[in-house]
């Protein structure tokens, strides 16, 4: 049987983190023959992304320009992707999540009638404007693609309501865990590395923000800065870290209500294994990213979702992330509740992580694997996994 010809199509920090295991398991796999095409998206966050990784992509179509537009991103990943579908000819590509350059290389590979593999298929707000533009993005790549792999079986459920073939669906648990715990296992990994400021004593706790999403620009991201600002005065055993996303309409903001104030930390943008130690030493998690949800409950650490909704309504019912929204007072309420109460956040920390085993990567290999050699359907141990 000859190798099936495989194209990774990825471009963010995410989206490497998430395809990285998935590329080493079928890169030992003798059935697969294996190439990797960056948008690079975002330029220097990926590349902290791919060294820590190890990986070495076969294409680099390097579209990153100051102040792009996400009109700008998509015609040049599409722009520059048919030469590189041309040449590759892969019998299948594979994109991840819910990105402009997921979408544009679906589409991409569309277009040259190249089967299509969705990884992390079927998460769900239906709110086109949270998160935005992904919720669109992963809407129009679910038909398009010819393979789904959705990290739970709400996330399937979600893409049976919307008539995608069953036939099509396999539930594999969430990469971002495989990646995790491959990091995790790195001695360089271990808490208490970074600045001494940021290892707390006993009796300090460390609060992990992350606040850049597109919709939270402006007055939401003002108040959830001003949260943090009350937070610190009301609880002085409190320290908070802050990476900050290089975005201006981010960086702006944080800078004028955050910038020297005690107890607030706000630093660059970490790169991976930095921020999986500052993670594991942290105490709590207040974020409006969406793969933090699935991070967090792996170590054991609640997560306050600053958004309105989420497309990991699994976090919300397993117990590990609870939305607070934007709100000042919310805020400041629920992380002074999981602060002062051992009770409340004990339920959290100790709740089963819905998100995966660190064996999905394996999954989707073995799925494509028996795809290609045209049996009727993997084996038992490879159904949907809760």
Partial sequence: MDRLRTLLIFGTRPEAIKLAPVIRELKRRPAFRVRTCVTAQHRQLLDQVLDVFGL??????????????????????????????????????????????????????????VPVAHVEAGLRTYDLDQPYPEELNRRLIAPIARFNFPPTRAAARNLLAERIPASSIFVTGNTVIDALLDIARNPQSAPCTLHSALCPSPQSKLILVTAHRRENFGTPLVHICQALLRITRRLPEVEIAYPVHPNPNVRRVARRYLASRPRIHLLPPLEYLPFVRLLRQSHLVLSDSGGIQEEAPAFGKPVLVLRSCTERPEALQAGTALLVGTSTERIVAETTRLIRSRLAYGRMARARNPFGDGHAARRIADYLEYRHAQRPRPPHEFRPHP
């Fill in 56 to 113: 070495r992509p076969d294409h680099d179509l390097n579209i990153m320009t100051q102040g792009q537009s996400l009109f700008n991103v998509t015609a040049r990943t599409l722009e520059r992707l048919d030469p590189v579908l041309r040449r590759e000819r892969p019998d299948i590509v594979l994109v991840q999540g819910d990105t402009t350059t997921a979408l544009a290389a679906a589409l991409a590979a569309f277009y040259h009638r």
